[in-house]
């Protein structure tokens, strides 16, 4: 099957500092890459959907500036956490789909902890 | 609407047989997945129905009744390695995933 990588696995930043999450499709050419959120014992949240070479598409409620999403390439999207805050701390989700697939397929997940 | 349910916990017996069942309300539909996901990882796909009736694949079987909004994922042979949580989620029109909040699968020896 297709593999999803992100990076870094875990990450813990200070408050106010910015932390970006990387997510790479590794055998297949992502269109359309996902982040989601999910705190604990919670479901997944989907923050927003970036397709190649345009602007994110932000779920209502999560903020566009605090929330970077760069999907530069059709490997390659990232996630920027700017000015994180303690109530940022989640497990941070990517999936990748290509352009004729269904299945979305998901990276291991970032942890993020900000003190 | 983007209604979808499904219970919060379940308890079966290492070797026995469970149903999850799922729910779902929505007026554009393009397919209903169920991923396991273990503690502290990302999920990983289990099924894909798109069409009414069974899809079995191996110990785990998914069952779609478009009509009814209605899928249940079968688990046979429960191992203790089975212990996750189990999320389905339908595409909608826009082929995006609409999520449950997941079922908690707990095996007990």
């Known amino acids: 099957g297709a593999v999803v990588s992100q990076h870094p696995s875990r990450v813990i930043c200070k408050s106010g500092t910015s932390v970006k999450i990387e997510c790479r499709s590794l055998?297949?050419?992502?269109?359309?890459m996902f982040w989601y959120r999910q705190f604990p014992k919670q479901s997944l949240m989907l923050m927003a959907t970036s397709n190649e070479g345009s602007k994110a598409t932000y779920e209502q409620g999560v903020e566009k500036d605090k929330f970077l999403i760069n999907h530069a390439s059709l490997t390659l999207s990232t996630l920027t956490v700017t000015s994180a805050h303690p109530e940022d701390s989640s497990f941070y989700i990517c999936?990748?789909?290509?352009?004729?697939?269904?299945?979305?397929?998901f990276g291991p997940g970032t942890r993020l902890t900000v003190t | 609407g983007q209604n979808i349910d499904q219970p919060t916990e379940m308890t079966a017996t290492e070797g026995a047989i469970v149903q999850i069942n799922c729910t779902y309300q929505?007026?554009?539909?393009?397919?209903l997945f169920w991923y396991q996901q273990h503690a502290g990882e990302a999920p990983t796909f289990l099924s894909y129905n798109v069409l009414d009736g069974l899809e079995e694949k191996g110990r785990f079987s998914s069952f779609l009744s478009r009509s009814k909004g209605y899928s249940y994922l079968l688990l046979k042979e429960l191992q203790m390695k089975d212990s996750a949580s189990y999320l389905c989620a339908y595409m909608d029109s826009n082929y995006q995933l609409i999520w449950g909040a997941g079922t908690k699968l707990i095996i007990k020896p």
């Open positions: 999936s990748a789909r290509g352009a004729a697939d269904y299945e979305q397929y």
């Open positions: 929505t007026s554009g539909f393009n397919g």
């Open positions: 055998d297949f050419q992502a269109t359309t």
